[in-house]
């Protein structure tokens, strides 16, 4: 089953953190909103180190303003012109209106971001295979020959980017695999 039809029907977690890590789940939204009558809750949940950090202000405005979606940002360091949360992206999933037992998680941004932010899921309910990590490690030659890029029996240039985390769990979160 593709990942967009698992998805139909169901609440959708979107967390990132580490700045960028909104550039590659910034397509999922638009399609997410596009088609907003197919999903239930739809919840964005964004963590940047500063306020300067943070990507695509407008858009994460625009989300925040729309009836039909919760979007949290956060940062780990903050000055005195800040007015939003400060802490770890992971201190929003709590806090957060969906359904962990009928919600898709998709995540991206650095490793220990996603391993936290995957137990903090899976401790609310979260089922590992409701659980999406994009695993953007790098690449070098892009079909598997080099083995740059692989990750435990799979090639994230090959099979990948995007891994479910019940199939790749024994893999995930040790160094040099």
């Known amino acids: 089953m593709a990942r967009r039809e698992k998805a139909i029907g169901k609440d959708v977690v979107i967390s990132k953190a580490g700045g960028i890590g909104l550039a590659p789940l910034r397509p999922a939204m638009y399609h997410l909103i596009s088609q907003r009558n197919q999903y239930g809750k739809i919840v964005i949940l964004y963590g940047a180190r500063t306020p300067e950090d943070i990507l695509y202000k407008h858009d994460l405005e625009q989300w925040r303003g729309r009836f039909d979606v919760e979007a949290q940002v956060t940062v780990d360091n903050a000055d005195g012109n800040w007015r939003g949360d400060v802490g770890v992206v992971t201190t929003l999933i709590r806090r ?11 995540i ?9 932010t995957i137990v903090e899921l899976q401790n609310c309910g979260a089922g590992e295979d409701n659980i ?5 490690r790098n690449m070098r030659c892009g079909i598997g020959f080099c083995g740059h890029c692989q990750f435990g029996p799979v090639f994230v240039c090959k099979d990948g980017p995007v891994f479910n985390y019940g199939c790749i769990k024994n893999f995930f979160g040790k160094r040099e695999i």
Do not use: D, K, L
């Open 96 to 106: 957060a209106q969906f359904n962990p037992s009928r919600a898709i998680a998709m």
């Open 108 to 116: 991206c941004g650095p490793e220990v971001m996603m391993r936290f």
């Open 132 to 136: 999406f990590i994009s695993m953007e």
